[in-house]
């Protein structure tokens, strides 16, 4: 059971799926920095919004944490940075909320077009202005997108349906994969001097922070409209509203700022601005949708399992192809950790196979992960894997091959005088150990493992079975294999329960067998 703390608001659909996971679940809000603080060295998971400022100091106060979960898609809170030094995981949930987003911002849109805002208020209160609040159509003009990604596309989706022209600019995204939904892709500045409306679908990082300032607005087309319904800090408001007094552009509609809460603004009260208070994702669809996500993830997180949603692992590495073969990359490397005893000083992780054409870093996490688990103290996560064998000493490289033998995939991991190699069978569904010590012999990755080396002569099955049947030893599963000289031979035997030492011993003393180890994968 683990101690998760969530300090803001969050579905309780979420909730409730990390405490029928037997997670203890703390829901404190409004707290101070100096109690949250306090708080965190008695917390495995945290749970923030926007709000919650998680950074390098309060992460140091957070002894037993193991994964920050954001529910929502924005890491401006949090110092991923600090937290991936400190070996703890941060996920988030961004595709929570995209649909609320991109809806919000083509309500912000055809809202300064047609001037809903002003004409409502002014109605409001007594004044019947419709000539004064005339607006324009979309028909046939040009919309600018900034940021092509899952919010931007489905803008340029939702607005397809007002034949109009669409551009964009996005350095991460091929003019190809633009055209697939009608969208011209152009650089920055002439996406500016060509649009009616431009509309920003950024993150707030180095690169864009300020991006939309005084020289940026002064290439902007003669009476455009500007659209922020994404990260505040991306425009420089001081020059926006400098760029609305000269003419530069005819509105804008903001729904993020520099600072949050804001109360006050240049912006505020404008006739040709619209703004509203961080509503991009506020819908009671996004924010369900936000709690229970990052409440999976967090699941995911604290029982040691692969966790999509992680944004300092590149989780993307991790492909559809990839992922079957995690859990048996870190059961190798736990039966490697059972046949080596001491930790070699170097381990090489080789994946061969169809799978070796994907960054296969994730698998050698993994293997990892199961390696170093009962050499160290607290969690070995995707996180903090390589710094723990970095701390013990353990050099790990990796390669691939194309060329997996007769297996269609393979994970294989070397170090000091042993080598394990595993695949999977039966159509991707079971794990199999294919090579012990460079022997070639099959048998499944069970529970209970006995590994014997032994003279290649006859009787010595017959001699290991009845020393095992006498020690009331079941055997489920047994592999043979030989050495390429042909004189000795390897055994390997899955049980039903753990072989007790004196068995060992009475296996080890038996002539012609060299040696008797037991991996258990408990």
Known sequence: ?????????????GLELLRARGHEVQVRLDM???DLRSSMSEVDALIVRSATQVDAQLLEAATDLQVVGRAGVGLDNVDTTAATARGILVCNAPESNVVSAAEHSVGLLLALARNVAQAHGALVEGRWERSLWTGVELLNKTVGIVGLGRVGRLVAQRLSGFDLQILAFDPFVSPESAREINVEMVG????LGRSDFVTVHLPKTEDTVGLFDASRFSKFKSGAFLVNAARGGVIVEEDLVDALDKGLIAGAAIDVFDTEPK??????????VVVTPHLGASTHEAQDRAGLTIAEQVALALDGDFVPFAVNIAAEEASDALRPYLGIAERLGAFFSGLVGDLPTEIQVKVAGEISGYDTKIVVLSVLRGILDKACDGPITFVNAFQRADELGVSVSDSGSRDAGEFRNLVEVRGGSHAVAGTLVRSGNEPRIVMIDDHSVEVPLAKHMLVIRNDDRPGMIGTVGTILGNADVNISFMGLGRDGAGDHALMALASDHSIAEATLEDLRSEAGIQSASVVDLE
């Open 263 to 272: 109360l006050d603004s240049p912006l505020f009260g404008r006739a040709d």
């Open 32 to 34: 101070s920095p100096t």
């Open 1 to 13: 059971m683990a101690r998760v703390l969530v300090t803001e608001e969050l579905a309780e659909s």
């Open 188 to 191: 920055l500045d002439e996406l």
